[in-house]
């Protein structure tokens, strides 16, 4: 008679928990980031006061400039300064973003996070479209003031308007990863924004922004023409105007699209570092 000998049943091994998928962690941190400004609306506020004086003053300071003969005939300044404050003012939360990381930097959180199995690029991604729907919230109360305000009511309707407001965010979305890029490798708000703020204004003021590039003077013109601000303000003014189009908005998205894929990168790098 043979002993059946009964062997121990060995315990599951249970696998580790891997974290959530990439989409969720950036749908949890887009809201993360968006939260203080839905519980304190004074940063909404704060952060349209620039775009808003900004309108108000060159409506007014710079209006004569649509008498002068190389302004476009029949064209309300107005309807032509609204676009390229549109394309700024995205380009300006694009700085935003920057320095939104380098805050989450300082405090702690994203040391955490490198504890936690979550992606360093669904941070990334989550800072961006975050201060990307920040921006649309700033463009859309901007474009109902000038409207109100102003009498803005450019030629190509409202499906213009629709247009560049959207090409102005991509552009603005793209730029805000070369800053988000800048603050990976600096970890500094303070110098995050003061490179930000530095790069930010030969961008909106050496371009096609406020005055037609034709009267600017010739080496200023030189600097316009290759400015990548010209070719986004140049495409949503055709577009908000009902001018013809042409090649003028692809050219803007493929910029856009380069840029955004290099800063993506640099911020990528930047933020692995230890």
Do not use: C, H
Request: hydrophobic content about 55%; proline content about 7%.
């Amino acid at each position: 008679m043979t002993a059946t000998i009964a062997r121990p049943e060995l315990p599951e091994v249970s696998t580790p928990w891997q974290g959530s998928g990439l989409f969720t962690q950036i749908w949890v941190l887009t809201g993360r980031s968006l939260r203080p400004v839905l519980r304190d609306p004074k940063t909404l506020v704060f952060s349209l006061m620039q775009p808003l004086l900004m309108l108000v003053l060159f409506s007014q300071v710079f209006r004569v400039i649509a008498e002068g003969p190389m302004f476009p005939k029949g064209v309300a300044y107005i309807d032509y300064l609204l676009p390229a404050i549109m394309v700024t003012t995205a380009t300006m939360v694009g700085v935003q973003a920057g320095v939104g990381l380098t805050s989450d930097m300082k405090n702690g959180v994203l040391a955490r996070f490198r504890s936690m199995p979550v992606s360093p690029v669904a941070v990334l991604i989550a800072r961006s479209v975050a201060d990307l729907t920040r921006g649309l919230i700033e463009l859309v109360v901007m474009l109902i003031a000038a409207a109100l305000l102003f009498g803005f009511a450019p030629a190509g309707g409202l499906l213009g308007v629709i247009g560049a407001l959207l090409l102005a965010l991509a552009v603005g979305w793209s730029l805000g990863w070369l800053f988000l890029a800048a603050a990976a490798w600096l970890r500094e708000s303070t110098t995050a924004q003061m490179v930000g703020m530095m790069a930010l204004f030969p961008l909106q003021f050496a371009s096609s922004a406020f005055v037609p590039i034709q009267s600017l003077p010739g080496w200023l013109q030189v600097v316009a023409e290759v400015n990548p601000i010209s070719y986004a303000i140049n495409a949503a003014r055709d577009l908000a105007l009902n001018n013809p189009v042409g090649s003028g908005v692809t050219s803007a998205l493929v910029v856009s699209a380069g840029i955004a894929v290099v800063g993506a990168v640099l911020a990528e790098r930047g933020f692995r570092r230890p």
